[in-house]
């Protein structure tokens, strides 16, 4: 099983800030196979990233995806009031599918 | 537009099975992968299984001896039973699509894993007597 470690654990920054997020693999994940999520409280995640680096449908430019083997990283270019949420990332290159424990990106 | 939506008991006694329903409307259950993904209370997310609509399964080694995932096209739903249910089974169970995205393989159109990209809204399962 791939285990994804996510950091730092909680993030505190300014609206309009950058935030730079970790995932790293304990073996490498294939192809990159490596998605990035978005929870608020009392919903569903929502997909940002997969492939690494491909944005999903509608979401905007200021969030971007990095990486390979086993480093990846989340960007968030301008931190809007809408962006304070968990993130997490999740491998879908070896089964079992699994997630990152989370990253929290609170106001400061 | 896909949309999923769970349903189920929101309360399961210890030892029994937990029995969810997803409904897919916008699209046929005849393609993609179907996904099945829990948070408890707090906590993060665990992927549980897949099924494809031929109902090749793949599921989480964790749960593997208690889950079954089964997908009916006649009814455009796919379920989650999870049997011998104990506290530790409390939680948010999700719904997921998976993206498409298919390749050839040896001249035949054959589907590939992708992230989730449509999940339902979650429904809350509390395992107590």
């Known amino acids: 099983e791939i285990v994804l470690t996510q950091s730092p654990g909680t993030l505190s920054l300014s609206p309009g800030e950058r935030a730079t997020l970790s995932c790293r693999a304990s073996?490498?994940?294939?192809?990159?196979?490596l998605a990035w999520y978005q929870q608020k409280p009392g919903q569903a995640p929502r997909l940002l990233i997969y492939g690494a680096s491909s944005r999903a449908t509608g979401i905007p430019d200021r969030f971007s995806g990095s990486g390979s083997g086993t480093d990846f990283t989340l960007t968030i270019s301008r931190l809007e009031p809408e962006d304070f949420a968990v993130y997490y990332c999740?491998?879908?290159?070896?089964?079992?599918?699994?997630f990152g424990q989370g990253t929290k990106v609170d106001i400061k | 537009q896909v949309q999923l939506q769970e349903s189920g008991p929101g309360l399961v006694k210890p030892s029994e099975t937990l029995s969810l329903t997803c409904t897919v409307s916008?699209?046929?259950?005849?393609?993609?992968?179907w996904n099945w993904i829990r948070q408890p209370p707090g906590k993060g997310l665990e992927w549980i299984g897949y099924?494809?609509?031929?109902?090749?399964?793949n599921y989480n080694p964790s749960l593997k001896s208690r889950v079954t995932i089964s997908v009916d096209t006649s009814k455009n739903q796919f379920s989650l039973n999870l049997r011998s249910v104990t506290a530790a089974d409390t939680a948010i169970y999700y719904c997921?699509?998976?993206?498409?995205?298919?390749?050839?393989?040896?001249?035949?159109?054959?589907?590939?894993?992708?992230?989730?990209?449509?999940w339902g809204q979650g429904t809350m399962v509390t395992v107590s007597s």
């Open positions: 999740q491998q879908y290159g070896g089964s079992p599918w699994t």
């Open positions: 916008g699209n046929s259950v005849t393609s993609y992968y």
């Open positions: 997921a699509k998976e993206k498409l995205r298919m390749t050839m393989v040896r001249g035949v159109l054959t589907p590939l894993h992708e992230a989730f990209d449509i």
């Open positions: 099924v494809y609509h031929s109902g090749s399964t």
């Open positions: 073996q490498s994940v294939t192809s990159p196979y």
